[in-house]
């Protein structure tokens, strides 16, 4: 009798501060998942934040910057080039033209100006370029208005030649190599907070899942012990916490899945494409500069050809092409392309984009921008034939014309077909940060909603059986 009550005493005295204990882990490890998820929701707020309004944005005012001066010069050329003699024998449409464009370019690098100096604070290195940038700027404007100047009078076009050959000097010597050096600092920027964010939603996926088990395992053992100790095959309370529990952790892991996946399509998928575009897109203005610089500047025909040559080359690459072959060249290797999508013997950012295409629609429109860049190529070479043989009025009217047929024309169709590529990857980067940001005011509140449920259910499945030990 006496060994049968110390063994009830001791039954007594264990089953209760089990029971609490069991509770309390419960209650620590639903904590634990709380605070990491909402911690995780709070570093992905920031991430998408940064994403959204600053990584992304000081890339594109960079590449901005870098297309726009690039657009500028070429304004001021085909100004210089259809201008006439003191505006005697000017071509009109061309002329009027440009000189809106001009204006354009010159407001949109002033913006972009603005927007990088503030973006730029905090970094000395990027502040030195945007005042370099800044203070070469000034020097580039005063060159090219005395150009302009110098073009307005009567005899005055050599004289506006050289301040030109000056101004373009100072754009591809120091302007231009500053502004890639923004494009290339501000996109590791973004790559290096991406990788970081990467790398802290992969750490809490892994973390969750750890806790999430535990949690599931102590609510488990405790159903068990329950079940064992008094004779119930199943507490329902304990089984809806679990259920609730079982929820909360898929959907606490399937938002930082989904961040993760949601972050390398803005950065890697869409954001990659837009930047290796918007290259391309400066890369084909300065080379379309190229050819007004070449009509406008006899004596340096030599070198802006072997100019436009070199741009053309990294736009798309062709393996020891010169100017009487890089056409022939770019039409075989694009036949072997179309033939076969993994037969790619080119380099260059068209190269680039195709070896990205992640979104419904994206390769055809890049091959697209390849077919309409390949015709504007053969105007290049017709500009060049006209003026071999001696017409060369003929030359800068087909170089500068608007009109369907002409190098201009083709020009902005390619144009339209690069920017309906990038916009494709704008749009889903877009979408991207959308979805991400909708996740945190979707899975994450029901997690939390469910983890506090399973914790208050665990707490009112056991309190009748704590009960019976007061």
């Keep these: 009798m006496a060994a049968r009550a110390a063994l009830r005493r001791r039954f007594r ?6 029971l609490r204990l069991l509770r309390a882990a419960t209650v620590l490890l639903v904590v634990a998942l709380g605070i990491l998820l909402l911690a995780a929701g709070l570093a992905a707020n920031g991430t998408w934040d940064d994403v959204a309004d600053r990584d992304a944005p000081r890339t594109t005012s ?3 910057l870098n297309l726009a001066l690039n657009d500028m010069d070429a304004q001021a050329a085909n100004i210089l080039l259809s201008s006439g003699d003191g505006g005697k024998g000017a071509l009109e449409t061309p002329h009027t033209k440009a000189v809106t464009l001009y204006g354009d370019a010159r407001r949109e690098i002033g913006h972009d100006l603005r927007t990088l100096a503030a973006a730029a604070q905090g970094n000395r290195a990027d502040e030195k370029i945007v005042e370099s940038i800044t203070d070469d700027f000034a020097q580039y404007q005063e060159l090219i208005g005395r150009a302009l100047e110098n073009d ?3 005899g005055g076009k050599p004289d506006a030649i050289t301040d030109y050959r000056e101004a373009t000097d100072l754009l591809r010597t120091s302007l231009l190599p500053d502004a890639r050096k923004l494009v290339s600092s501000n996109d590791a920027a973004f790559d290096s907070h991406y990788a970081a964010a990467r790398s802290a939603l992969s750490a809490q996926h892994v973390v969750v899942l750890v806790l999430g088990l535990l949690l599931l395992a102590v609510l488990g053992v405790l159903q068990w012990y329950l079940a064992r100790r008094f004779r119930r095959n199943l507490n329902p309370a304990l089984l809806a916490a679990t259920a609730c529990a079982l929820v909360a952790v898929g959907l606490g892991t399937q ?3 989904a961040s993760a996946s949601d ?5 890697h998928d869409a954001f990659d494409s837009v930047v290796a575009l918007s290259r391309a897109r400066a890369i084909a203005y300065d080379a379309n500069a190229d050819e007004s610089r070449y009509l406008l500047d006899p004596q340096r025909r030599t070198k802006y050809a072997d100019s436009f040559l070199s741009k053309s080359q990294e736009l798309y690459g062709v393996h020891g092409a010169t100017p009487a072959t890089y056409d022939a060249g ?11 999508p993994t037969d790619l013997r080119f380099t260059g950012e068209f190269r680039r984009e195709l070896d990205n295409i992640t979104f419904p629609g994206e390769r055809a429109a890049a091959e697209k921008t390849v077919d309409a860049y390949a015709a504007y190529e053969r105007d290049d ?4 034939a006209l003026l071999a043989a001696g017409e060369e009025q003929h030359a800068v009217e087909f170089c500068m014309g608007w009109e369907a047929g002409t190098s201009n024309a083709h020009f902005g169709a390619w144009m339209t077909a690069l920017d309906e590529v990038t916009g494709i990857n704008r749009a889903h980067f877009d979408e991207s940060v959308a979805a991400g940001r909708s996740e945190l005011t979707g899975q994450l509140p029901w997690a939390g909603a469910l983890l506090l449920l399973a914790m208050a259910l665990a707490g009112l499945g056991l309190r009748p059986r704590l009960a019976e030990f007061r």
């Design 381 to 384: 070479r017709k500009i060049r």
């Design 263 to 267: 972050l390398k399509v803005a950065r």
């Design 62 to 64: 960079a590449a901005s």
């Design 330 to 340: 770019l039409a075989t290797t694009w036949q072997a392309y179309r033939a076969d």
């Design 152 to 154: 307005r009078r009567a």
């Design 255 to 257: 938002f930082l899945s």
């Design 13 to 18: 005295a264990t089953v209760p501060a089990r």
